[in-house]
């Protein structure tokens, strides 16, 4: 079960002991990037489970080979939303949970020098709002990118159930997600201890996009 944090009503970390190890291998330099990939998939996927316990069931009937029973089927269609680039390197984690899932796509990036989120694409799917959706993105540092998304997200298309799901948190971009957005939860593998000067999270792992795509 992730924990709960009295100074971040918003948050809830992953303290599991397996996902702690693969974490810790990720934050290692020397790591490359397929494994980096491989771990931050398995990651995603372990995070997915449990942020998915809340999802709406319906409940249906099932013929099993011997017997006429009831089962559950997910109510509503769930969408995944990765911010382009590094989402991209958690979503087949969560698909392989959940292949039937839809993914829509978020660009933006950081501009090095401001921190401000520059956009640059956006494919959702029209009906987005109909179920839960996934805000994906391993960091989550002034939260200048995550704040932009779950803006499309709430107020161009009406999504009134997004959670997200991060590897690495600053308390910055915690806290600046409760001032703007106060309905999301975030779930992450680590509150980290903040920012640098370039806007770097401490002790973080770098840039989760190179490091995810090998453009380092
Ligand atoms: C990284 C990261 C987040 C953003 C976090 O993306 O994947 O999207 O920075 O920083 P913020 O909370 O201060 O906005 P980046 O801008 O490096 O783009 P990339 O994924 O294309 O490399
Ligand atoms: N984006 C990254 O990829 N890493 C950080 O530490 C901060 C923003």
Redesign the pocket.
Known sequence: MPISNPKHPNLKTFAHPVIQDKLTRIRNHKTKHAEFRRLLNEIAGLMFFQMSRHFKVDEIPVQTPVEESVGFKLANPITLVPILR?GVGMTDGVLAMIPEARVGHIGVF?DEETKQPVPYYCKLPSDISRGPVLLID?????GG?ASYAAKILHEEHNCQEIQMMCL?A?PEGVDRMYQEHPYLKIFTASLDRG??E?????P????????IFGTL
């Open positions: 590094a950081r391993p960091m989550l540092a002034t990118s690495v600053a920012l640098n370039n806007g770097y999270i401490l973080g792992l770098g840039d989760a996009g190179d490091r």
